[in-house]
């Protein structure tokens, strides 16, 4: 396991873990909060409309009848309500018009002949009806008072109380377990947050140490894909990333290597050179020359080699040219042009078939690399006498370069690799031609660079086909890809 730098841990009050669980809090509370008030307040409001409504009407009934005595006296009060049959459900009080009691239907009667200081009959001997209820101590307290009109004048009230212990008992027994319910709520609610959230960040914690490890270098290790959520997701997509990383990664060390190695093998040899001419004493004149030519030789190579190696940092770096219509055509006579003193002096025919009108949006250099380092590869990897064959003609929405020849050919296992850097059929051969490896791969990065691809393919007769087919450029659409 690699060691991690750099991980700073997160303090838990800034924790995705507490955030999460907050948010679960949070939301759990109002709705606990909510579902302890509402329904009870509700139930409560039913009530109190029932029982004011009830009572009210009660003691109209009480004051309607004690309206049709002559004069309010206890005695003629207590004869009018008591046959009524309320006095068992409530308390009734009577009043005169001054609110002196004169007549309760409690036992005691301990009120009777004083004043009734009650804010509802101070109401109700003003001529208004009056009723209230409230809920204190499990139970429910109704208060009516109506006032008693003899001739539209208010000659005494009524006044009815009730305290309702059973309707009461129901709505605190709806609290208790309103309250119970919430506080199991809480408890699975606690628990699952505390649960899930951890679960989030533990999930979290593996793909960031993933990201860590992976930045410190160790390109070869994954994250394990649990699930298929979002985070299975994104460990997934890290993984291919990784992936890519790592293989980019490769790319590069062998590049460099090779690269290194290619150019060492000149150096070593100019070095060689060097140390004989300088350690053997008397050399004549004629091997001296010789072996300064090879060096010069060499040095030709490393300046080759430089070169390609620069054309192909440039492509990596992917500064993008300014791409322009050109003529295909007109550059691969530039390249026959320039081959045919090489094939001449093998004995190589060069055959060119171009057709006009071939128009790619490309830079004319790379179009040049291209077709260089095509037909240059079908001269130098030719037979004596041979032949080069350069097709041009486009196809559809398709402008396709062929370059044939009746060399020594390319073996088929070679061929999925022959567009690799530095990699060379027959080093000697190559060698021996001038030849650096790093040809077909300039070719194959700069057709892509313009939309292009190269097929190769080894030739019936004998020989090697490279093929390389680009978008083809329209003057009234552009590209026509
Ligand atoms: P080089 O500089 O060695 O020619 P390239 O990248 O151009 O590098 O080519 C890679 C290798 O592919 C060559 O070394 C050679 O072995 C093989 N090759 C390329 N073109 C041809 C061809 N037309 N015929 C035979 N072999 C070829």
């Not at 199991?184 to 679960?199: D, E, G, H, Q, R």
């Not at 004629?286 to 620069?310: M, N, P």
């Not at 830079?363 to 380092?373: G, H, M, P, R, V």
């Amino acid at each position: 396991m690699a060691s991690v730098t750099g991980a700073e841990k997160i303090p838990f009050r800034r924790s995705i873990q507490l955030k999460f669980a907050l948010t679960y809090i949070i939301i759990i509370a109002a709705v606990l909060i909510l579902l302890n008030t509402y329904p009870v307040l509700v139930s409560q409001d039913l009530v109190f409309r029932s029982k004011t409504s009830l009572l009210q009407s009660q003691a109209s009934v009480i004051a309607d009848t004690i309206a049709r005595t002559e004069s309010l006296t206890s005695e003629a009060v207590r004869d009018y309500v008591e046959p009524l049959g309320y006095t068992g459900q409530f308390r009734v009080l009577v009043t005169d018009e001054f609110g002196l009691i004169l007549y309760d239907s409690d036992e005691l009667r301990f009120t009777e002949g004083r004043y009734a200081m009650l804010s509802e009959v101070v109401t109700a001997l003003k001529g208004y009806d009056v009723a209230t209820c409230s809920y204190q101590d499990g139970a429910f307290h109704s208060r009516a008072a109506v006032p008693v009109i003899y001739r539209d004048m208010t000659i005494g009230c009524v006044y009815l109380y009730e305290r309702d212990a059973d309707q009461g008992g129901l709505l605190t027994d709806i609290q208790n377990n309103l309250r119970s319910i919430s506080l199991v709520i809480c408890v699975v609610v606690l628990i699952m947050s505390v649960v899930f959230s951890k679960a989030l960040t533990r999930r979290i914690g593996d793909l960031l140490r993933a990201i860590r490890i992976v930045r410190e270098g160790e390109y070869s290790h994954r994250v394990s894909i649990r699930g298929s959520d979002e985070l299975s997701q994104l460990a997934g997509e890290f993984n291919q990333l990784t992936d890519r990383l790592q293989t980019t990664e490769e790319v590069r060390r062998r590049f460099v290597s090779d690269a290194s190695h290619e150019l060492k093998t000149p150096l070593a040899s100019i070095r060689l050179l060097t140390d004989s001419i300088l350690q053997t004493d008397g050399m004549d004149l004629d091997t001296v020359k010789d072996f300064v030519s090879d060096i010069g030789e060499e040095a030709e190579r490393l300046t080759r080699i430089s070169e390609k190696l620069l054309t192909l940092t440039r492509m990596d770096s992917a500064v993008p040219m300014e791409r322009l219509p050109v003529d295909v055509a007109a550059v691969v006579e530039k390249v026959e042009h320039m081959l045919l003193p090489l094939a001449q002096e093998r004995d190589i025919t060069v055959e060119a078939d171009l057709q006009s009108g071939c128009v790619v949006k490309a830079t004319e250099d790379d179009l040049y690399q291209i077709a260089f380092n095509l037909m240059e590869n079908a001269v130098k990897y030719n037979v004596n006498g041979g032949r080069v064959m350069v097709g041009l003609r486009s196809m559809g929405d398709l402008v396709l370069l062929t370059v044939e020849d009746t060399g020594v050919g390319i073996p088929d296992e070679d061929l999925p690799k022959i567009f690799d850097r530095f990699y060379r059929v027959d080093k000697a051969r190559s060698r021996a031609a001038g030849g650096t490896g790093l040809g077909l791969s300039i070719v194959r990065d700069t057709a892509r660079q313009h939309g292009g691809a190269v097929t190769v393919r080894r030739r019936e007769e004998g020989g090697t086909c490279f093929q390389v087919a680009f978008p083809r450029w329209d003057e009234e659409g552009g590209d026509l890809l």
